[in-house]
């Protein structure tokens, strides 16, 4: 069960034990392996990482079929997805550390979606109605979007991380 305040440790030691850590107050502020922050849900390991929530293609489709029913034009379906799944999928992840697999099952879980949005199996017809439609994958999004960002922070006067970069 999550708690308001809890303790999460990360590095080489993170799966020792450490003893809980009591507020002034008397709280008692128990270690988990799992903290949810801002709707980011980090956990505990070697590393900073965070948790995905798992979205597939029949998430998707019901988002957007539930909502518009099955004859909305392509346009229509790719429109919502691109305004309304698209922000929710990719919420917080632009400084979460993604790795190939977990970047791969994001854009996995989109291209099945298109797969029954379009009627084929085919990954070049889908590639193709893609582009012809201006719809990137959600790893090509998040790549952008994090890059913006750390562009933003280096050359943030006031910002910390541009101060400590340019060091």
């Known amino acids: ?9 990360f590095g080489p030691r993170c799966d020792v034990p450490c003893a809980n850590i009591i507020t002034l ?35 998707i489709e019901l988002l957007i079929f539930g909502k518009v029913g099955r004859p909305a034009s392509e346009e ?29 099952s994001l854009d996995f879980a989109m291209n099945r979606f298109l797969i029954k949005l379009f009627s084929t199996s085919y990954m070049e017809i889908i590639t193709y109605c893609r582009e012809q439609f201006y719809f990137e994958l959600p790893s090509v999004i998040l790549v952008r979007h994090t890059g913006l960002l750390l562009d933003k922070l280096c050359h943030c006067d006031k910002c910390l991380i541009a101060n400590v970069m340019h060091s």
């Open 1 to 9: 069960m999550l708690q308001k305040s809890c303790c999460l440790r």
């Open 25 to 59: 107050t008397g709280h008692v502020l128990s270690w988990t392996k799992e903290a949810k922050y801002l709707g980011i849900f980090i956990v505990q390991s070697r590393a900073f990482k965070c948790a995905m929530m798992t979205l597939n293609a029949h998430s």
């Open 76 to 104: 229509v379906a790719l429109q919502l997805i691109k305004s309304k799944c698209i922000p929710v999928l990719l919420y917080g992840l632009v400084v979460c550390p993604l790795n190939n697999s977990q970047l791969s």
